[in-house]
């Protein structure tokens, strides 16, 4: 946790040292919602399979340069996985608040997004043990980290994003290892979104 603290901080401070030279530029706000495929690494999951899912949030978009911005992100987002044990498919929930601190490549009306983000689990799932009918309560990592990259589409104020999430975090905790291995998280994002 306290690495997932320090490299939270981290990018805030970089936010917070370019912001001198982007707060010349007029900043701009909006809004995103859409659809997440997720899925998590664990190698002990029989035929694991994507969870759908929602992610929403707001975001600035900061000029620096006449074709480089910084669109720092907060979003709710449900991430995890299914998995089908016997013949009943189960789902593994996780949601999240996302912090996302891309940098923004503009080509004529696409934008090339890429940068860091961190993530907090904001719920707190158990997980059933399909083998032997017990429960590993609080089985997985509160911090996640990792890269974001991604493009956007803009038809004047809209546009529709593509995203892809990779943590690099293993998210699972000691006790619930033996059962699921290692995981970490993946997403992809398709998005639509407005600019004020």
């Known amino acids: 946790m306290k690495n997932i603290f320090f490299k939270v901080a981290g990018l805030l401070l970089v936010f917070m040292f370019l912001m001198p030279t982007a707060s010349r530029a007029q900043a701009k706000f909006g809004i995103r919602l859409g659809l997440n495929v997720s899925n998590i690494s664990f190698d002990n999951l029989p035929d694991r399979g994507e969870r759908y899912g929602l992610h929403g949030g707001v975001f600035a978009n900061v000029p620096v340069s006449d074709f480089i911005s910084l669109q720092p992100e907060l979003s709710y987002s449900t991430k995890g996985t299914s998995f089908k044990p016997e013949n009943d498919r189960k789902k593994l929930n996780m949601n999240y608040v996302d912090f996302l601190l891309p940098i923004a490549f503009k ?52 546009f529709i994003g593509l995203r892809y999430n990779q943590g690099f975090m293993d998210i699972t905790k000691d006790n619930v290892r033996p059962f699921l291995s290692s995981g970490k998280n993946a997403v992809g994002q398709v998005s639509v979104g407005l600019k004020f």
């Open 107 to 158: 080509l004529s009306s696409i934008d090339l997004q890429v940068g860091p983000f961190a993530s907090l689990l904001v719920s707190s799932p158990d997980y059933n043990v399909f083998s032997n009918n017990t429960t590993v309560a609080d089985a997985f990592k509160k911090g996640d980290f990792g890269l974001t990259a991604g493009l956007s589409f803009n038809f004047n104020r809209m």
